[in-house]
């Protein structure tokens, strides 16, 4: 007999339906197998799905895109807490969810936004891997490397708009992905996401870029608070915060679609 799961579709970063960046989320009562995980994720072929299983009050979280799964992701865990809150009538002050490989993550909502509480980014400037040498057709200013992703810093946000990457090119790089930024001509700064050799040839909007964002334009902006704006065809708004070793990220989350899963 078939075993039925919930599963949701939100909106992420966004307070529109069809803006921001699209999650499932699906609700389990216990884990089920990697490669099931894995198939249910290409299934859903959003740019990430999010799996929970809850525990002792707190929820262990997994994402997945169509492809492979990944240690954290932002816009999902937004899309979590937003089913969490809204959906299941998560009672709590604060959701605490926990991950396999990036420790506690937490989650507050306020008003019509929730806080994602992550754990910061760590940057080196480093040379341009051989992939990404002729991969924007725009000289960029630095290039950085974090824990999963490069950072590429180029001069204005007009650069960033015009970008048209060689995704052959991005793909061949042993990253997650490649994030590319300027200042922002009425936010802080902006950005873009390629991931092609993740399964996401561009993200529409990347929470957990922004742990890397963030303390690059604090300390380029003197600035703990900042605004950002991812700049993809669905386009994303984010409000950041550094706090020592924490970024705080926040957004709205709109209910695209609900229902069951059977398995």
């Known amino acids: 007999m ?6 949701f579709q939100i909106d992420a970063f966004t307070k529109n ?4 960046n699209p999650a499932s989320v699906c609700i389990l009562d216990k884990w089920l197998p990697d490669e099931k995980l894995q198939k249910i994720a290409a299934e859903h072929n959003q740019p990430e799905t999010a799996f929970l299983v809850a525990k002792d009050g707190i929820y ?3 994402w997945f895109t169509p492809t492979c ?9 937004l899309a979590s807490a937003y089913v969490l809150f809204n959906e299941l009538n998560y009672n709590g002050e604060i959701l605490h969810l926990e991950t396999l490989n990036r ?3 937490y989650v507050k909502r306020q008003g019509d936004l929730f806080e994602l509480d992550f754990p910061v980014d760590h940057l080196e400037e480093t040379f341009m891997p051989y992939g990404l040498v002729d991969a924007f057709g725009f000289e960029p200013r630095n290039i950085f490397k974090g824990k999963d992703d490069y950072l590429v810093i180029f001069e204005s946000e ?3 708009i015009d970008l048209k990457p060689d995704l052959d090119a991005i793909a061949s790089v042993d990253a997650r992905g490649v994030i590319c930024t300027a200042p922002g001509t009425d936010v802080d700064f902006v950005s873009r996401f390629f991931g092609p050799q993740s399964g996401i040839d561009e993200d529409p909007v990347t929470g957990s870029a922004h742990t890397t964002l963030t303390p690059y334009w604090s300390d380029k902006l003197n600035k703990a608070k900042l605004t950002a704006r991812q700049l993809s065809a669905r386009k994303g708004y984010l409000e950041v915060e550094l706090s020592n070793s924490r970024v705080k990220i926040s957004g709205s989350a709109v209910l695209y679609m609900k229902g069951e899963i059977l398995l």
Do not use: P
């Not at 078939?2 to 599963?7: D, G, L, N, R, T």
């Open 17 to 20: 339906v069809f803006g921001g």
């Open 69 to 77: 799964e990944v240690d954290l992701c932002g816009h999902a865990t």
């Open 2 to 7: 078939k075993k039925s799961y919930k599963v």
């Open 103 to 105: 420790g506690a993550l």
């Open 60 to 62: 262990d979280i997994r």
């Open 158 to 160: 007009q650069q960033v």
